[in-house]
């Protein structure tokens, strides 16, 4: 079945920019998104991007997709302590039409100060 | 404001005892989802709804329950023969035929 692999753990200083991986198996994904969850909260819509598109950037946010290698990435320009949260990349389950999404384990982002 | 709530935040239970978590949407979402979250590990859904009266089992449905009778609500009972239920509980919403779902603030549910 489909899934979706993050590694665990960045650690980055204030300033620096970060850059989450993520790596999925259902090629034909309409969409993937990024997800933050801060301590004890809910999860929150990052940004997302289209399946046919290579790169999509919003403010400090930009995500690429290579769809040959199945692999997508977050990078966070400037991050700031705030940023440090658990990232969650996640796929839209295309086998069937139901809405259901794939998460991957999430990365737990450090910024140190 | 639009959004969704869960109810309680926290919330204790005994062992050999069946508790309902609350899931409350109005955003006029067709599909609501429950999601598990252990530490260190992704989320895992347990049950999702497309429509009300009718829902599915997702990856993890056994020990649990839940009911779809209107749509903005989607309540989840964790019952006793959930052999590891402390967990942290995340219920979400979407738009029919997926896209964006929007998630609740959780509740973190401990087995005394």
């Known amino acids: 079945g489909e899934d979706v692999e993050q590694s665990l753990f960045l650690s980055v200083r204030e300033g620096d920019s970060s850059v989450i991986n993520c790596t999925y198996t259902d090629s034909s994904s309409t969409y993937l998104y990024w997800y933050k969850q801060e301590p004890g909260a809910g999860l929150q819509l990052l940004t997302y991007i289209f399946s046919n598109m290579d790169m999509k950037q919003d403010q400090r946010l930009t995500v690429l997709l290579n769809k040959k290698d199945k692999h997508l990435s977050l990078r966070i320009a400037d991050t700031q302590t705030g940023d440090s949260a658990i990232y969650f990349c996640?796929?839209?389950?295309?086998?069937?039409?139901?809405?259901?999404?794939?998460f991957g384990q999430g990365t737990t982002l450090q910024v140190k100060p | 404001d639009g959004g969704i709530t869960q109810s309680p935040k926290y919330l204790f239970r005994k062992e050999g005892q069946n508790v309902t978590l609350s899931c409350e949407q109005n955003?006029?979402?067709?599909?609501m989802y429950w999601y598990r979250q252990d530490p260190g590990q992704g989320l895992r859904l347990i049950y999702y709804?497309?429509?009300?009266?009718?829902?599915q089992k997702g990856d993890i449905a056994e020990g649990y329950s839940v009911s779809r009778e209107k749509k903005e609500s989607f309540p989840l009972t964790v019952t006793s023969a959930q052999k590891n239920p402390t967990a942290f509980y995340l219920c979400?919403?979407?738009?029919?035929?997926?896209?964006?779902?929007?998630f609740g603030p959780g509740t973190r549910l401990t087995v005394l």
């Open positions: 979400a919403s979407s738009n029919e035929g997926g896209g964006e779902q929007f």
């Open positions: 709804s497309q429509i009300v009266n009718d829902f």
């Open positions: 996640a796929e839209s389950e295309s086998s069937s039409n139901t809405g259901k999404l794939i």
């Open positions: 955003l006029n979402h067709d599909a």
